[in-house]
């Protein structure tokens, strides 16, 4: 390990509110290399919307037409992050998904209220998001927004279905009090990590400058990737976003031991 742990005031905050923001940098060399994979990516899939590049971490192929590569999967299980996942979600870590997060400048669209675990197969719904700023984040540009505290009562809320073109996901949270909302501001390089309960959302990029955040999804392997066919979660994507195939994304063990026969085999391969 790298011995980069979180501090106790930090995991207390998360606890807390939901989101925190590390001190912690991503090394120049591997923050170069990240933004060049993003480039890459970006141009190797010119039909699929940045805002919406799903399992850039998996090699064959996942949802919204996308191809992952060897080289996200190695940033996914990069030492400092796993250690600060550790100690939020305990030693035993699998990763399951990931997501590009690139709004262009001046037409980056918005992400409405929301909260990750609506449409996740995961029992119990355990999961943590790390978020990586490769461009550098603002309220200029379309920063991540969050309600400190919406994640206590561990419940999801009613989320509409909205099938309209300026939102980048296809469901909202209505009616909702967003008088408290914190952005999260990120200079490249620096992370956010968030509980899977959290409400968050953000606006659209009205500025000249992309905002690139790479999110990379982690879940404790003492949590079932629940692949049936039937799970109410996969239903509700196979509805309202029929490319995100969920029974048949493949797992990665990254750290220790699964504890609740989790398939890593499923979604491998060509």
Not at 108 to 115: E, F
Not at 214 to 230: E, G, K, N, S, T
């Amino acid at each position: 390990m790298s011995g980069k742990r979180l501090s106790a005031e930090e995991i207390a905050r998360y606890r807390d509110e939901g989101l925190i923001i590390p001190d912690y940098r991503v090394p120049e060399a591997l923050l170069g290399q990240m933004r060049d994979e993003v480039d890459r990516l970006i141009a190797n899939h010119p039909n699929v919307a940045p805002e919406q590049l799903s399992g850039p971490h998996n090699p064959w192929g996942q949802s919204a037409e996308l191809l992952g590569t060897e080289a996200f999967l190695g940033f996914c299980g990069f030492p400092d992050f796993l250690d600060m996942v550790e100690d939020l979600i305990g030693p035993d870590i699998i990763l399951w998904g990931s997501q590009l997060f690139a709004k262009p400048g001046g037409t980056g669209k918005a992400v409405p209220w929301h909260q990750d675990g609506q449409y996740w197969p995961i029992t119990p719904l355990r999961t943590v998001t790390l978020r990586i700023a490769i461009d550098g984040s603002s309220a200029e540009n379309g920063c991540l927004r969050y309600i400190p505290g919406s994640h206590r009562d561990r419940a999801l809320a009613d989320h509409a279905v909205q099938l309209r073109d300026d939102y980048a996901i296809k469901q909202e949270i209505v009616d909702l009090d967003d008088s408290a909302a914190r952005d999260v501001v990120l200079a490249p390089g620096q992370i956010s990590l968030h509980d899977v309960y959290l409400i968050h959302g953000s606006n659209p990029n009205a500025s000249g400058k992309r905002r690139a955040d790479y999110a990379i999804r982690y879940m404790p392997a003492d949590a079932l990737y629940d692949r049936r066919p039937d799970h109410p979660a996969t239903r509700y994507a196979a509805k309202v976003s029929p490319t995100m195939n969920y029974a048949k994304r493949p797992l990665w063990l990254l750290r220790g031991q699964d504890r609740a026969g989790n398939d890593f085999q499923i979604g491998k391969g060509a």
